[in-house]
């Protein structure tokens, strides 16, 4: 078991400048799901840093940077910053995520967590521990009653930056997929269903052959992820509520980082 990092070294990067755009690739056609699939080899993680316009009842409210970052070993990092414009800035968009995992390959698995919201003159700020020796994850900070832990972990557990690298690495036209949300002191089961069909969705100058996931959630609220591939990050990240468009991030451009 690696050691952990300083608990300061969770902490999300600065949102980086605009990347510039990649150029048009030709994408690998996607494959159906077949049972065998589970056997084939996984993509090697790449270090990436992406820009997407964040929209809210569509409105565009600002930018959010999604950046995967190589540690050392099998260390990586993912962080997410959400940064509103203007007036946007007291509505709460103003978020930033950050994961330490390790991963054997396929596997993804967590060993901190930090999470910083602010919202008007209000800050939030929690981090998470991942102890795979005993078994459990505890949480400090700014944390909601009956969230600190422990939590009992089970092999597969993922926080949510986590499971959205996941679907990325698992998604097949009509594959369902199911993992274990443990993040932030919350436990959930989440369950994920890809479209059958791939559909065309545009990022930047750029269009994809995305396939669309699914995830149905309790009061009819539900997220979408549009991902294609031979692309590590997300085309699209859509969470409704009550069936209505809620927050949106669309990607604009994303390029490699070196390792």
């Known amino acids: 078991m690696s050691r952990l990092l300083p608990l300061a070294a969770l902490l999300p990067l600065a949102l980086l ?8 690739q030709q994408l690998a056609p996607v494959v159906p799901a077949t049972a065998e699939m589970s056997t084939l080899p996984v993509p090697p993680l790449q270090p990436f840093s992406a820009t997407y316009q964040v929209f809210h009842d569509g409105h565009e ?26 007036l946007a800035r007291l509505t709460g968009l103003n978020l930033q995520q950050s994961t330490l995992f390790d991963t054997d390959g396929h596997a993804y698995r967590p060993l901190a967590q930090s999470t910083v919201k602010r919202a008007f003159f209000s800050s939030r700020k929690t981090v998470g521990v991942y102890d795979w020796t005993r078994g459990t994850a505890t949480w400090t900070g700014d944390v909601k009653p009956g969230h600190a832990g422990p939590v009992a972990l089970r092999d597969g557990d993922m926080s949510g930056l986590l499971i959205d690298l996941a679907v990325i690495r698992d998604a097949a036209p009509g594959r369902v997929l199911d993992y274990r949300f443990v993040d932030d002191g919350r436990v959930r089961d989440h369950h994920w269903i890809v479209a059958p069909q791939t559909e065309t969705m545009a990022a930047g100058d750029l269009a994809y052959d995305a396939m669309r996931a699914n995830r149905l959630q309790d009061g009819g609220d539900d997220t979408l992820i549009w991902v294609a591939a031979g692309v590590p990050t997300p085309i699209r990240i859509l969470q409704r509520e009550d069936g209505a468009d809620s927050t949106d991030l669309r990607l604009i451009q994303y390029q490699g980082v070196a390792r």
């Open 61 to 86: 409210l600002g930018q959010a940077t999604l950046q995967l970052t190589h540690v050392d070993g099998a260390r990586w990092r993912i962080d997410l910053g959400m940064q509103g414009r203007g």
């Open 17 to 24: 400048a605009a990347p510039r755009p990649l150029p048009a």
